[in-house]
DNA sequence: GAAACTTATGGAAAGGTTTCCTGAACCAGG
DNA sequence: CCTGGTTCAGGAAACCTTTCCATAAGTTTC
């Protein structure tokens, strides 16, 4: 890889001068109008009482219609709004909802951090985001300093596992918990069924009448792994077992969660003919992908020489035909923030079990066919 | 496409008593020690002030080195925290950054948060999450109900058209702004140049000595469009003419941003012997790697029938040899937040140009080549 | 040895809401 | 006409910090 160094960061864009005048203004701008009104204004803009005022624009008590215009009508004119330091100091809730997660650009992640924003704007709520990696100082930076700081009334953490000292710490302070993707010791908790989403794609190659089936799947010693991993090789070696099929460590394959890494694995998998299986099971759809393109760089035809299975229906496998075992991650996301927020607007409710299965469903497409019959058999 | 549905969703986890016992004692836990210590406690356990704790803890004022560690390990002793919302009632500053961006699951946005949420937490800031797209009402709703609430101390708004009367809204509350990813009038802003970026992915084919060039970039007359899509298409044709190569209709295709839209265009673009280029200038990496499956496809040999080029330098670029002009979301996220937090800190000070650009290179690996000499010419 | 600083601490005010408590007005029922 | 309930509105306390001001002790400086 040769790389050439681009001339240099210009500094200045070519509007410099335009822009620069634009912001200038309104930069002086603020001087002028530099009064921001506080509840005061509006109650003697509106001539009522700051009580009045509050209770007219939170909505809560008594206040007449004639004067619920008035005073929002002031607020509008006035530009007013509350604050929201003074107001959450008072009612002790802050509106935020923290979440944790441990990395955003990837799909499953990103879907689950959509699906969780949408939830939580939706009901009012603002999202506090904290990326954390698994790095110990990292994690606890977080938590000491940032989280329970008084600035979230929940979290939610995904794939993160928690110490229990943590936990408790969280609990202990009253704030509603969730986990999104694997079973926080003590935290309830939303995912798959990673042992039957694998068993189901694996009975779907065995249905078709695969006998020789490997599974490409993350490394279960990994410390990324939330028994995601072991879970799906789980299911594999179950369904197997169920058929009355044996099974080795030839069986199984670790690589990266990703397209290079199912690619690297599919290459070296699918490189020797005699080893080579006629179906795969890929326990991510990205890694299937990947397996698919060493496939087709090899001349071995998908699905006549190779069936290969994913989970996720990620949004590259229409494009793939890869059939698949679909999980949705945005609507776990929304799962949990339901049960947050249950648990902040109605007390003492808590979910009844401590662990919710989010539905998946086989999605068949071109990648998987009964395997061709053997020459040689 | 054939779906099956999975059994259903199944409520309770196999391991639901132990989940649901160990939950249920926490829960009670908090019962015992609802006691949430505040700042007199510490003060009364340290045998000082409340004055001196804030000071001691804060680490603003004199305070002597024994009185401070008293402090502090009162305040550790007791689990104390600041209460936030009391503190930036006071001091008037949230230490929240309010983000906007239209969509989380894509390269260069996941990118940008992730620069971004890594900038802001370096610096002892908190993220606050608004995933808006497009949508006038949901944008207007976040700006009315939700940023403007006093909750956030600045604003990053990426690759979002605001309005000037948005944008006045906002610097009229005092609160600084920055964009990415494309010129917000009156904001300053940071992104790549774009023109530059295409000019220099273009000037690469012409020098390879490639005359037959199609660039395959989005839609210019999309909304999404952040005057991104026309610079670059701009840019390209700037390099055309610069060395004297004409141009038409056909010199253009437009397409979604990512892998199938390329793929798409690909198809029917190589599809046509008579049509086909001898290269093409795709707008973004996904585009190009759509393009390249869909040349594979069509037995087009990348590069010795068609080169290929891309912006972004994508992860998964690497795994198909694409030569690309390399640009750092991260980076530019963090130079944003840069921006705002320097507002922040040192009042007065603004950037003293309306735009920066972020620098970018150009990655050759294997996707791009001197065309084959042309049979009839 | 007094004046001028520097360091260390406490008391009290301030910041902008929400909510409790109280009181007034109004209406229906006996 | 009186009682009791409902609706509406205001005064004031409470929420928990930070910061201003004042005081006091210790340290330099001429």
Redesign the pocket.
């Known amino acids: 890889m040769t790389c050439f160094e681009l001339p240099a960061t210009v500094a200045l864009a070519a509007s410099r001068t335009r822009a620069l005048g634009f912001w200038k203004r309104l930069q002086t701008k603020v001087d002028e109008e530099v009064t921001?009104?506080?509840?005061?204004d509006?109650?003697s803009l509106a001539?009522?009482?700051?009580?009045?005022?509050?209770?007219?624009?939170?909505g809560?008590?008594?206040?007449?219609?004639?004067?619920?215009a008035k005073v929002s009508d002031a607020a509008h004119r006035l530009g007013?709004?509350?604050?929201s330091?003074?107001?959450s100091?008072?009612?002790?809730r802050t509106n935020n909802v923290g979440v944790i997660i441990p990395r955003i650009n990837q799909w499953f992640f990103g879907s689950i951090l959509e699906g969780v924003e949408r939830a939580l704007l939706d009901r009012g709520y603002d999202l506090m985001l904290y990326n954390v990696s698994k790095t110990v100082e990292e994690r606890s930076k977080v938590f000491e300093y940032f989280l329970v700081r008084?600035r979230v009334d929940a979290v939610i953490a995904v794939t993160l596992e928690i110490t229990p000292a943590e936990t408790e710490r969280l609990v202990g302070l009253g704030k509603p918990i969730a986990g999104i993707g694997g079973p926080l010791e003590g935290i309830p908790t939303v995912s798959i069924d990673d042992v039957a989403a694998a068993r189901l794609a694996t009975e779907h190659l065995l249905l078709l009448g695969h006998r020789d089936i490997v599974h490409v799947g993350g490394d279960v010693d990994e410390q990324m792994d939330f028994h995601v991993h072991s879970k799906r090789l789980k299911g594999f070696l179950e369904a197997l077992t169920a058929a009355g099929l044996p099974h080795d460590e030839n069986s199984y394959l670790a690589t990266r969660f990703d397209i290079p890494g199912g690619y690297r694995v599919g290459k070296q998998l699918l490189g020797d003919p005699r080893r080579r299986p006629t179906a795969v099971f890929a326990a991510a759809d990205e890694v299937a992908i990947g397996v698919i393109l060493a496939a087709r760089e090899l001349g071995i035809s998908v699905p006549d020489d190779l069936s290969v299975i994913g989970i996720d229906n990620h949004p590259l496998s229409d494009m793939f035909g890869l059939t698949t075992v679909e999980q949705r991650p945005d609507l776990q996301g929304e799962h949990a923030v339901d049960w947050v927020i249950r648990q902040l607007e109605q007390p003492g409710w808590s979910p009844d079990a401590g662990h919710a299965f989010a539905p998946t469903r086989l999605v068949m497409r071109s990648s998987t066919a009964p395997p061709r019959p053997r020459a040689g058999s």
Chains 1, 2 share one sequence.
Do not use: P
């Open positions: 921001v009104s506080g509840i005061e509006v109650a001539g009522v009482s700051k009580a009045t005022v509050s209770r007219a624009l939170s809560r008590g008594y206040v007449s219609v004639e004067t619920r007013y709004v509350v604050s330091s003074a107001s100091l008072v009612t002790g008084k």
